[in-house]
Nanobody, 128 residues
Framework: QVQLVESGGGSVQAGGSLRLSCAAS????????MGWFRQAPGKEREGVAAIDSDGGTDYVDSVKVRFTVSKDNAKNTLFLQMNSLNADDTAMYYCAAARSLYSCYSGRWRTGYGMDYWGKGTLVTISS
């Protein structure tokens, strides 16, 4: 049984930082395409960042430079370091995993294509 459990969300002021974690079981971060997604109230889900089996990363333009996706394969855990947060970053953040690396290599991870498993999310709220 696959489980993805996010943690680290919370409420911070604009300009602050948060580090999200996603503990995975039943799927291996070292051989999967792993992604972070977010959904703000009234908006569609958005792909934020992804990391492939070799550690190659990809980001949506709005978070480049500010966010960093990483993983610890020994702990089977995915991370998202978020800096210089602003109100537009307020959303529920989800971790997802795709067994096929095609999702990462093709860039289609951004739409959630091929993501087989999803966590329940962690809420990030940024106050100005």
């Amino acid at each position: 049984q696959v489980q993805l459990v996010e943690s680290g969300g919370g409420s911070v002021q604009a300009g602050g930082s948060l580090r999200l974690s996603c503990a995975a079981s039943g799927v291996t971060t070292g051989s999967s395409c792993m992604g972070w997604f977010r959904q703000a109230p009234g908006k569609e889900r958005e792909g934020v960042a992804a990391i492939d089996s070799d550690g190659g990363t990809d980001y949506v333009d709005s978070v480049k430079v500010r966010f960093t996706v990483s993983k610890d394969n020994a702990k089977n855990t995915l991370f998202l370091q978020m800096n210089s947060l602003n109100a537009d970053d307020t959303a529920m953040y989800y971790c997802a995993a795709a067994r096929s690396l095609y999702s990462c290599y093709s860039g289609r991870w951004r739409t959630g294509y091929g993501m087989d498993y999803w966590g329940k999310g962690t809420l990030v709220t940024i106050s100005s």
